[in-house]
């Protein structure tokens, strides 16, 4: 028997009826894969690496200082602010919601009470809103996407209203009340400099607005309890404070509230009508016709990314697929023979 019989016998040819046994994704050779490959479940989450975050760093900075700057010059007639602000006043006499003398009194008494407030006034905002955008952007593309247009919206409702209607705080309106977190704390003005203050924007009330989307952000990605009791405690935390450093009224929390839920209505439409890199799309080509299909926005041009599949039978490659409250995972496909991958043109 000749050599090449012998080889036959050992590796005998399927016949036409027979379909050859699957070929394990992962014992595809790696020289069969192209320089430019299709991307990993975790090139697609983390996009970009450290230049994405840095470009997200440098457009919501961007974001802040035009938002400050812009508050800053729309400061309006001091006489019709404070006038304002006492009428605000009045009209939460009437309701009953004036609470802001009485809390004033509770807290400013002892240091027990006043320096916690001061601080969740000052550390609870915008350093948690920076540690969640962050830890979103790493984790949960699409919520970070959500949460940073519901602000940036929601920021610019409430310039408007700044310019428009300017309104000062408890502490400016003459009517005994103590700016706390300026007597007590230099921390706050670094955080927040003096210049890209505007004193008379009172309402509505983002500190407690702001820190409700967060809250409502952190509730839906995570299932931790300590997460969700954070979710929850803060905005209650914040709306208190911003009322005992005597920096808002109790309705401005009320507006700041209904201010941000707006942004994220918005924000919520923008992304199901597929705008703002909120949508991505397969190319399935079938026939010669490129088709394009909807996909888990967390993946895809928004990275400026696009994945291909291949026309022949056995080309398909591994999608990434979003497995519940996790990151992608690769899910493999069932090749039906020998294939060498390679990069859809």
């Given at each position: 028997?000749?050599?090449?019989?012998?080889?036959?016998?050992?590796?005998?040819?399927?016949?036409?009826?027979?379909?050859?046994?699957?070929?394990?994704?992962?014992?595809?050779?790696?020289?069969?894969?192209?320089?430019?490959?299709?991307?990993?479940?975790?090139?697609?989450v983390h996009g970009g690496g450290w230049v994405e975050v840095a470009r997200?760093?440098?457009?919501?900075?961007?974001?802040?200082?035009?938002?400050?700057?812009?508050?800053?010059?729309?400061?309006?007639?001091?006489?019709?602010?404070?006038?304002?602000?006492?009428?605000?006043?009045?009209?939460?006499?009437?309701?009953?919601?004036?609470?802001?003398?009485?809390?004033?009194?509770?807290?400013?008494?002892?240091?027990?009470?006043?320096?916690?407030?001061?601080?969740?006034?000052?550390?609870?905002?915008?350093?948690?809103?920076?540690?969640?955008?962050?830890?979103?952007?790493?984790?949960?593309?699409?919520?970070?996407?959500?949460?940073?247009?519901?602000?940036?919206?929601?920021?610019?409702?409430?310039?408007?209203?700044?310019?428009?209607?300017?309104?000062?705080?408890?502490?400016?309106?003459?009517?005994?009340?103590?700016?706390?977190?300026?007597?007590?704390?230099?921390?706050?003005?670094?955080?927040?400099?003096?210049?890209?203050?505007?004193?008379?924007?009172?309402?509505?009330?983002?500190?407690?607005?702001?820190?409700?989307?967060?809250?409502?952000?952190?509730?839906?990605?995570?299932?931790?309890?300590?997460?969700?009791?954070?979710?929850?405690?803060?905005?209650?935390?914040?709306?208190?404070?911003?009322?005992?450093?005597?920096?808002?009224?109790?309705?401005?929390?009320?507006?700041?509230?209904?201010?941000?839920?707006?942004?994220?209505?918005?924000?919520?439409?923008?992304?199901?009508?597929?705008?703002?890199?909120?949508?991505?799309?397969?190319?399935?080509?079938?026939?010669?016709?490129?088709?394009?299909?909807?996909?888990?926005?967390?993946?895809?041009?928004?990275?400026?990314?696009?994945?291909?599949?291949?026309?022949?039978?056995?080309?398909?490659?591994?999608?990434?697929?979003?497995?519940?409250?996790?990151?992608?995972?690769?899910?493999?496909?069932?090749?039906?023979?020998?294939?060498?991958?390679?990069?859809?043109?």
């Open positions: 028997m000749s050599e090449n019989d012998r080889a036959q016998d050992r590796h005998p040819a399927p016949s036409s009826g027979d379909a050859p046994d699957p070929v394990p994704a992962h014992h595809v050779p790696a020289h069969h894969v192209p320089a430019h490959h299709v991307p990993t479940p975790g090139e697609l997200q760093f440098v457009l919501i900075s961007g974001a802040a200082l035009i938002y400050f700057g812009v508050r800053g010059l729309t400061e309006g007639n001091v006489q019709d602010a404070v006038q304002r602000g006492r009428a605000i006043l009045e009209a939460e006499a009437a309701i009953g919601l004036d609470l802001e003398a009485g809390m004033q009194a509770v807290f400013g008494a002892t240091r027990v009470l006043r320096t916690p407030a001061n601080w969740v006034y000052i550390w609870l905002h915008w350093p948690v809103i920076v540690v969640t955008l962050f830890w979103l952007h790493h984790r949960h593309r699409r919520d970070y996407y959500l949460l940073r247009n519901a602000m940036f919206i929601s920021g610019a409702i409430g310039l408007v209203i700044f310019a428009v209607w300017p309104v000062a705080p408890p502490r400016l309106i003459g009517m005994g009340f103590v700016d706390t977190v300026t007597e007590l704390s230099t921390s706050y003005r670094v955080l927040q400099p003096p210049a890209l203050v505007n004193r008379y924007a009172a309402v509505p009330s983002l500190h407690v607005g702001w820190n409700v989307l967060v809250g409502f952000t952190l509730w839906r990605v995570s299932a931790n309890r300590a997460v969700r009791a954070f979710a929850v405690f803060s905005p209650l935390v914040m709306a208190v404070a911003v009322v005992a450093t005597a920096n808002h009224y109790v309705l401005d929390g009320c507006a700041g509230t209904i201010v941000a839920l707006v942004g994220l209505w918005a924000a919520s439409r923008i992304e199901r009508n597929g705008l703002l890199g909120f949508r991505s799309a397969v190319r399935r080509r079938k026939g010669g016709v490129i088709e394009d299909e909807p996909v888990d926005p967390s993946v895809g041009d928004q990275f400026g990314q696009v994945i291909a599949l291949g026309d022949a039978p056995g080309e398909q490659q591994a999608l990434p697929v979003q497995a519940g409250d996790g990151p992608l995972v690769q899910k493999a496909s069932v090749y039906h023979g020998p294939v060498e991958l390679h990069a859809a043109r």
